[in-house]
C-alpha cells in the first residue's frame, strides 16, 4: 500500500523536470539564476532531510508521511505566484524542506513492514512505484506546459493531496512491527550517531558525489534537450517518461538477478561506471537515438545503485538509530540537489556542456574506487 501511494504521489511529480526549463522559457532567467534558484531546491532538501530523520526518531512516521503530504498542496500552489529569482528560490526552498522531511519517515516505514532478508527488494518495490509514477508526470507535465506551465503545479497539488488522503484511511490504525537492527553491533556501539560513523559519513559522501553526477537528470539535462537539440515541453517529457518507464519495468528484474550474481559493493561500482557512460555518450553525434540510450543506461545505473545504497544504509543503523542514519543518507543526496544544478549550470554556461559531460565521466570513476575502497571497511554485512 506504500508502493501505491507513492504512485499517486509521483504521477504529479511534474514540477521539478520542467523547473529550469520553466524559468529560462517562460519567466526568462538567465543559465545561472536558473542553476541558483534550483540549488534552492537542494537547500531545503538538506534541511528537510535532517529534520524529516530527527522527527521520525522523535514523533515516528506516521504523523510526518501525513503531515507532510498535505502542507505540499498549498506550497504547489503559491508557486506559480512567484515570478522573481529571489520569491521562486524562497518558494523551492520551501517546498523542498516540507517534501524531503517525508522522505526518511518514508524509508523507516518501508523498512517496519519488511523482513529484514527482504529489504532491498522492498526499498526497489517503492522506487518501482515512484519511477511508474514518474514515467506518468513528465508525459503529462509536458501535455499540461503546452497549454500553461501553472498547470504542473497545480497538477503536484492534487496528487499530493490525494496521497495524504489515502495514506491516513489506510495507516491510521495499523501498527508498524518494532525495526530490529540488521546488523550485528556490539553493545558500546549501540545508539551511536551516524555523524561519529566515519566509514558511514565517508559513504554517504561517495553517495552525494554520485548523486551529483545522477541529478544532472533533473537540471541540466532538460536544459540540454531544450538548448542544444530544441526539442519541445512534450519531446522531453516523452524522454523523461521512458527512463520512468525502464526503471518500472527492469528494476525489480535487475535488483534480483544483481543480487544472486553480485555482491553488493560491486553492483554499486557498476551502476556508478555506467552514470558516467551515459552522461559521457551525449559528446557523441545524434539526436533521438543517442538522447534515448544514454537515459536507458543513467536508468540502468539507477537500478543498479541507489537501492544498494539504501539497503547498505539501514544494515549499518543500530537499532535505535535508524531515522537518524536514513536522515544522514538522503542528506548525502539532498546535498547533491544544492550542489548539482549550481555546478552544472555553471559548468554548462562558462565551458559548454559537452564539457560537463566529460567531466562527469570522470568523477564517476573516481567515486566508484571510492566505493570499492570503503564497503570493505564497513563493519555490515553488505557482501552477499
Known amino acids: 500500500m506504500l508502493a501505491f501511494i507513492m504512485l499517486i504521489n509521483r504521477s504529479g511529480a511534474m514540477v521539478i523536470p520542467f523547473l529550469g526549463v520553466y524559468m529560462t522559457q517562460s519567466l526568462h532567467f538567465t543559465l545561472n539564476q536558473t542553476g541558483v534558484v534550483l540549488s534552492c531546491f537542494g537547500v531545503g532538501a538538506v534541511c528537510g532531510s535532517w529534520l524529516g530523520g530527527w522527527l521520525t526518531d522523535k514523533v515516528g512516521q506516521f504523523y510526518i508521511q501525513f503531515f507532510c503530504l498535505l502542507l505540499c498542496v498549498p506550497v504547489y500552489c503559491v508557486l506559480p505566484l512567484l515570478t522573481t529569482p529571489v520569491t521562486l528560490a524562497v518558494g523551492v526552498f520551501v517546498q523542498s524542506l516540507v517534501s524531503e522531511t517525508f522522505r526518511p519517515a518514508n524509508s523507516v516505514s518501508i523498512a517496519s513492514y519488511t523482513k529484514p532478508e527482504n529489504i532491498t527488494k522492498a526499498f526497489s518495490l517503492n522506487r ?21 506551465y501553472h498547470w504542473l503545479f497545480y497538477g503536484n497539488a492534487i496528487s499530493c493531496g490525494l496521497a495524504g488522503i489515502m495514506f491516513y484511511l489506510f495507516f491510521k490504525d495499523k501498527a508498524p512491527r518494532k525495526l530490529a537492527s540488521h546488523q550485528k553491533i556490539k553493545d558500546k556501539n549501540k545508539g ?11 559513504f554517504s559522501i561517495l553517495c552525494c558525489l554520485y548523486s551529483v553526477c545522477f541529478f544532472q537528470l533533473l537540471n541540466t539535462l532538460p536544459l540540454f534537450y531544450r538548448e542544444v537539440h530544441h526539442l519541445s515541453e512534450w519531446d522531453i517529457g516523452l524522454i523523461l517518461a521512458f527512463s520512468g518507464l525502464v526503471v518500472f519495468s527492469l528494476e525489480m528484474l535487475l535488483v534480483h538477478l544483481a543480487e544472486r550474481k553480485l555482491t553488493a559493493s560491486a553492483i554499486i561500482i557498476l551502476g556508478t561506471l555506467i552514470c558516467g557512460i551515459s552522461y559521457s555518450m551525449l559528446v557523441l553525434p545524434g539526436k533521438f537515438l543517442l538522447l534515448y540510450t544514454s537515459i536507458f543506461l543513467l536508468c540502468i545505473s539507477e537500478i543498479l545503485a541507489m537501492p544498494f ?7 549499518r543503523a543500530p537499532e535505535n538509530r535508524q531515522g537518524a542514519y536514513m536522515g544522514l543518507n538522503a542528506l548525502s543526496f539532498s546535498a547533491a540537489h544544492v550542489l548539482s544544478p549550481l555546478l552544472g549550470t555553471r559548468v554548462a554556461n562558462d565551458y559548454g556542456f559537452n564539457t560537463l559531460w566529460i567531466l562527469i565521466g570522470g568523477i564517476t570513476l573516481l567515486t566508484s574506487v571510492g566505493f570499492w575502497w570503503v564497503i570493505k571497511k564497513l563493519k555490515a554485512p553488505v557482501d552477499n
Open 192 to 202: 551511536i550517531s551516524p555523524w561519529k560513523d566515519s566509514r558511514f559519513l565517508l
Open 128 to 148: 518501482m512505484a515512484m519511477n511508474l509514477g514518474f514515467s506518468i508526470g513528465p508525459a503529462l507535465g509536458g501535455f499540461l506546459a503546452a497549454f500553461s
Open 309 to 315: 545504497m539504501a539497503t547498505i544504509t539501514m544494515r
